[in-house]
């Protein structure tokens, strides 16, 4: 097979993609002789196109299993997308009103027609993006948290849970948000400071024209307050005690109050009261029986029960409601104000704190496995710093608010009989059955029930993921379920952990009593160079299709990891990719050069290319146990540059210039199908980061069958290598690049050859490196000495003398200022690290190959440092 003289991954990507597709290489089935490994994706809004954390996430999933699928696991990766319900209908309203339909003027029938519709026309795009990533997954099992199996699912767990008592209905204070017209759970509401005001109102004393100011953020939720209270300890306000005040405005007639939760630092030490519309009001008005007033509509604008402004948005009637204040003198000042205030994840409206019936599932009781088993390590956290906000979650949890007033989603199967008491069932037949029954009134018929018109939270049913996706609430005793749960891995973004890893592991553990999966890998969030989250409205995040049409996906693929540590943020920036791309390119010019290379059949082996093949295998062994340990601790990152630095450096750098025949030579036999069989080693370990131009030089070495294409490949295993030939040839390397940093620095050719005098107490130490030393520094001589050589340049490489005989007259004065300047490096490097050596708690407490680094660095240091000065001494 010919290859191009420049790599071009456009060429390849769809070829190769195509390929395993079509021999389905992705697709696993349950398979006793072989161990399973799972991942399900986090399954991405039905709403969403592909951006930058989908990119790193999915690329992380993508090389783990990869991995496992050539490590002879059966790798199961099941992708899907999530109905959610707020984003999805938010859509479907737009596009009918850009119709020119109202949803009011639908039915739900006709509602769920039209989100079906538009589901099936713009839902599966983020898969098939996913697609010109390399994304790996078992395409055929791909699903959708509203599919029948699904959704069946979602209403047998809703009505367990009832059945249990751990769900149920009530009138509490919620999270509303007035532009979906939805109750939200605590954690989809992101809190932001904002600029706003400090109003400080007048409430008069009742037959007084004495008054108490109290400052509030929200003036328009005064026409809801029923009380104002002090801290009984605030002297103060004593002798306001047991009197009442008049609410501004509307003249109602409120009790002063005490409790001890007034902070009588904060504003003017006087809060006023609204159970309505403040949580911490609620809990008050509920401590001393004080009436609530809902001054609000669903959609944000005042209701009757306000008195004024009836019908207007809240926010002109704050504008109003201050001018109104101040001109009935009842406004004391307003002053900016810094404060939190939460939005809407899905809306970005902000959020009202609201009265309202909802559904709940009781969390207390509910969580307490999930806690222990992360706590416990039973299921582990990557990286573990994020333990312990998980435990402040988990131990401060509230009951979840599961009901969604909304149409598209998952509707709860509760129905409502016509005495007001509740049944929950799967149908309207097995709710008219148990209707009857709980009733005692055969003559009722499905007229008589109404179902309740919410739906569920979208986290309902994604809470469910590893489970249902196999079938495992209906059916736990299918093969599939069986065989493939508990999954493996899930990598997932920090900012989810509670809306949904910590659900996921609640709902494992409440129906199969056993964990959902064992590790969780927390990507960083995508930040741009400014370290903003990349996000459309900013217009700081670009278009991943864009970067994989320039740079190709493997070369995005890595650049994306190069600095994407496990749960730190990734500063991303474009170079990355430049820099992935220029990998690629430098793979593919050195499988050039290697399969360029004409063979001399005839020609034995030299010495000096045995010896170049044997330190790679033991370079390639020690580095692929370091590249194991990184994948097995989920540092993917370094993993990458473990194999970067392995291929680039060693591979591209070193060993392919040992074993290069000079210009116009032959290789012979032997070394070129060792080099073949190296590549081939380095492939296999850069598939999962890489795979299409891995598979694409995979294929190209030599015809292979279907069943031994490299995405299938058997992963290398470990072997043994020799640490002495590896410490020979870091030495020699080193000794290279100080005689060839020392020609850069007087201006000597490369070509120009000269002798080097070696002084070492380990002479042996060069001995099997000797030819290579003399070839890739281009030394005429390579000789040992046991005295100093005068009229020479002196090198040192840890602790050993290298005497270099230039071809030109020695500045004597020159050489001194270079040594001093050398020693005055040398003793500032050999301090840092003898003040290293010296912390005790450095010493006792760090692994023991780090402290020996050091202590190595340290003996290196001193060694070079009694050579300096020797030779300074030596030049008078």
């Known amino acids: 097979m010919s290859l191009s003289t420049k790599f071009e991954p456009q060429s390849i990507e769809k070829k190769w993609y195509s390929f395993w597709q079509e021999n389905a290489y992705f697709e696993s089935k349950p398979n006793p002789d072989k161990e399973p490994y799972t991942i399900v994706i986090p399954p991405p809004n039905v709403t969403g196109v592909l951006h930058m954390g989908h990119m790193l996430n999915n690329t992380i999933q993508d090389i783990l299993v990869r991995r496992a699928r050539m490590q002879g696991k059966e790798a199961c990766w099941v992708p899907g997308t999530d109905h959610a319900s707020i984003a999805t209908e938010a859509k479907v309203v737009a596009m009918l009103r850009e119709q020119g339909i109202a949803k009011e003027s639908l039915s739900r029938d006709e509602f769920l027609k039209h989100a079906w519709e538009w589901k099936e026309k713009y839902g599966g795009i983020i898969l098939e993006q996913l697609k010109y990533l390399g994304a790996s997954c078992d395409w055929s099992r791909t699903k959708f948290t509203m599919d029948e199996d699904m959704s069946k699912a979602v209403i047998s767990v809703f009505i367990d849970l009832y059945e249990k008592g751990k769900i149920y209905r009530g009138v509490r204070m919620v999270n509303w948000d007035p532009a979906g017209k939805t109750a939200l759970s605590d954690d989809e509401v992101i809190h932001r400071e904002v600029n706003s005001k400090l109003y400080h109102i007048r409430y008069k004393l009742e037959d007084s024209d004495d008054y108490l100011i109290v400052a509030t953020t929200r003036p328009e939720t005064l026409l809801g307050d029923t009380a104002v209270c002090i801290n009984p300890k605030d002297e103060r306000y004593a002798k306001y005690r047991g009197k009442r005040v008049v609410v501004p405005l509307i003249n109602r007639v409120v009790p002063i109050i005490e409790d001890e939760y007034v902070d009588m630092e904060f504003g003017t030490g006087c809060l006023k009261i609204t159970p309505a519309h403040d949580i911490n009001d609620y809990e008050l008005g509920h401590k001393h029986q004080l009436d609530s007033i809902d001054i609000l509509n669903d959609d944000g604008t005042l209701h009757k029960n306000a008195g004024l402004y009836i019908g207007e948005d809240r926010f002109v009637v704050r504008d109003k409601i201050a001018k109104d204040l101040a001109a009935a003198d009842l406004l004391e000042k307003e002053e900016p104000y810094k404060n939190k205030v939460g939005f809407s994840e899905r809306t970005d409206a902000v959020v009202e704190p609201k009265l309202s019936m909802q559904w709940f599932l009781k969390m207390e009781e509910i969580t307490q496995p999930a806690l222990e088993s992360v706590m416990n390590d039973v299921i582990r956290l990557h990286p573990p710093k994020f333990k312990n906000m998980y435990r402040a979650w988990m131990e401060n949890v509230r009951d979840w608010c599961i009901s969604r007033q909304l149409w598209w989603g998952h509707r709860i199967p509760a129905y409502y009989l016509p005495d007001g008491t509740t049944v929950v069932a799967k149908s309207m037949d097995e709710a008219l059955e148990k209707a009857k029954k709980q009733s005692g009134n055969d003559a009722l018929t499905e007229n008589d029930l109404r179902q309740d018109e919410d739906v569920l939270d979208t986290w309902f049913s994604s809470w469910l993921w590893p489970i249902s996706v196999f079938d495992g609430i209906e059916n736990p005793e299918n093969e599939d379920f069986k065989y493939y749960y508990p999954t493996n891995d899930l990598v997932t973004a920090p900012e989810i952990l509670f809306f949904w890893v910590a659900r996921m592991i609640i709902a494992g553990y409440e129906y199969q009593d056993m964990k959902p999966f064992s590790n969780v890998y927390l990507t960083g969030i995508v930040r741009d ?27 995005v693929r890595t650049g994306m990891l190069f600095s994407s540590p496990a749960g730190n943020d990734l500063p991303f920036d474009e170079k990355l990719c430049e820099q992935g791309r220029n990998f690629n390119n430098k793979i593919w010019n050195a499988y050039r050069l290697i399969d360029g290379l004409e063979v001399d059949e005839n020609a034995e082996q030299p010495e000096d290319r045995k010896i170049a093949i044997e330190w790679f295998r033991s370079r390639f062994y020690q580095e692929l146990e370091q590249i194991e340990d990184h994948f097995e601790k989920f540092r993917i990152s370094d993993a990458l540059m473990a194999t970067y630095k392995l291929v680039w450096n060693d591979f591209c750098s070193w060993y392919l210039e040992m074993i290069k025949p000079n210009y116009g030579e032959k290789i012979d036999k032997k070394s070129k199908a060792a080099s073949i069989e190296i590549f081939e080693h380095l492939l296999k370990v850069m598939h999962p980061f890489m795979p299409f131009i891995t598979e694409e030089l995979w294929q190209n070495i030599k015809e292979r069958s279907k069943e031994n294409a490299l995405i299938v490949s058997a992963w290398p295993a470990k072997d043994v290598f020799d640490r002495q030939l590896l410490n020979e040839g870091e030495l020699a390397f080193e000794c290279i690049s100080a005689i060839r940093n020392l020609r850069s620095s007087k201006g000597i050719s490369p070509k120009e050859a000269f002798s080097v005098d070696l002084r070492s107490k380990n002479p042996k130490n060069y001995e099997r490196f000797e030819s290579l030393i003399k070839k890739m520094a281009n030394l005429s001589e390579f000789n040992q000495v046991d005295e100093a050589t005068e009229g020479t340049t002196l090198l040192v490489v840890k602790g050993d003398e290298l ?37 005790e708690r450095f010493v006792n407490n760090a692994p023991a190959e780090v402290v020996a680094v050091e ?11 009694k050579s300096l000065k020797a030779s300074l001494a030596n030049l008078g």
Do not use: C, W
């Not at 160079?529 to 493997?554: C, F, H, Q, T, V």
């Open 803 to 839: 005497y270099v005989h230039l071809n030109q007259e020695i500045d004597v004065e020159a050489e001194k200022a270079e040594l001093q300047k050398e020693i005055e490096y040398t003793e500032g490097f050999l301090k840092q690290v003898n003040k290293k050596l010296s912390n």
């Open 855 to 865: 202590k190595k660095k340290q003996s290196d240091a001193e060694e070079k440092l």
């Open 529 to 555: 160079k400014k370290g903003r989250k990349m996000s459309k409205s900013l217009g700081n995040s670009p278009d991943p299709l864009s970067l994989i049409e320039k740079y190709g996906a493997d070369g």
